[in-house]
């Protein structure tokens, strides 16, 4: 099997890969989305701690549970759902809030494990990262899930939706709140 | 300008980056940039607001995909060790069960063709077909140690 054409673009191809659980298709998907993963559960679990541990459960469950993938569709969408239900269980082992809680009104607070400085701060390369680091950590993590998926992964509306298991106008609305709370330090900068 | 106005192409610009506008959206808020100073700079905070999240960079961290196709390597084992137990408890019920049709429906004969007691058939079949058999069969609860243990040790998470 051409491997490398299976990872840029035959979906088919990964999930045929997948479904004879093909430990070759895995490494190159490995190869291929690791880095992509690792920052989707940055924003989600909103720490740099633990995401080591949810990255390798996410491909032993794609590994065990990849015959469920049809290849229909793209496979970082079916890649990130696995993540972030993978992501909610070890907030849930951490007895921290659901991701999903903010939708009964209550508010999502991924409290900081330590005084660390924030994987974003951390991260960030340019001035404008830097101003926004502080924006992005005091989100909700499902906003700053739909702001990587949409703005980085470059997902449709429908693919986040899938993704996050929400109506597009719920991912719009979050979106449209990440977008304000990260523009309001653009316009404070500019202010300046 | 009404402050209805920016609010409504604040809207669209919104709408047009989180990807649910209209071409029309995208057509009404280049024109109406060019001559609303308050909107250009909402547009343009708005994009440099999408251009830094770019800034940030996230890397798997050094030895993490070794380690992750290591437990990958080791959990396909398990699992085609799994499949090989369950493969051969099939067997050993389709046996089992094989044996006991052949004891009770065709011993008896079997024995008057060759000359044998029907007991001794039965012993026979007992001890060379249906006993072990059903012991292979009785391994079956014991499917998940057998699996672990043929791999040398259990989950790695």
């Keep these: ?192 | 300008m009404s402050a209805e106005r920016h609010e409504d192409f604040e809207q669209r610009i919104d709408r047009s980056l989180a990807g649910a506008g209209t071409l029309e959206d995208e057509r009404l808020v280049e024109e109406h940039v060019r001559s609303c100073s308050a909107c250009a700079e909402y547009l343009s905070a708005s994009r440099r607001a999408v251009a830094g999240l770019k800034g940030f960079s996230f890397e798997a961290g050094v030895g993490l995909n070794a380690r992750v196709m290591a437990a990958v390597r080791e959990r396909a084992e398990q699992m085609e060790a799994r499949r090989r137990w369950v493969r051969l408890s099939v067997v050993a019920l389709v046996l089992t069960v094989l044996g006991t049709v052949v004891d009770l429906q065709v011993g008896r004969w079997a024995a008057g063709f060759f000359g044998l007691p029907s007991i001794a058939v039965h012993h026979g079949l007992m001890a060379l077909w249906i006993a072990p058999s059903f012991g292979l069969l009785l391994l079956f609860p014991m499917l998940p140690l057998l699996s672990a243990k043929a791999n040398g040790k259990g989950r790695s998470i």
């Design chain 1, 1 to 192: 099997m051409a491997l490398a054409d299976t990872v840029t673009g035959d979906t088919r191809e990964i999930a045929r890969g997948l479904r004879a659980r093909d430990v070759a298709v895995v490494q190159m998907l490995v190869e291929e989305y690791q880095d992509r993963l690792v920052r989707y559960l940055v924003y989600v679990l909103g720490r740099r701690d633990g995401v080591d541990d949810v990255v390798q459960e996410t491909w032993l469950r794609v590994m065990e549970r990849g015959r469920s993938y049809d290849g229909r569709s793209r496979f970082e969408p079916w890649l990130f759902t696995v993540a972030r239900h993978i992501a909610i269980d070890f907030l849930r082992r951490r007895r921290e809030v659901s991701l999903d809680a903010e939708e009964d009104g209550r508010p999502l607070v991924m409290a900081p494990v330590s005084d660390m400085p924030s994987p974003f701060a951390l991260a960030a390369r340019t001035e404008d990262a830097e101003r926004l680091a502080a924006a992005l950590q005091g989100l909700q993590a499902v906003t700053r899930e739909a702001l990587v998926l949409r703005f980085m992964e470059d997902m449709s509306l429908q693919e986040i939706g899938a993704v996050v298991n929400a109506p597009v106008p719920t991912v719009s609305a979050r979106i449209y709140r990440g977008l304000a709370a990260l523009r309001s330090q653009m316009e404070e900068k500019h202010e300046r």
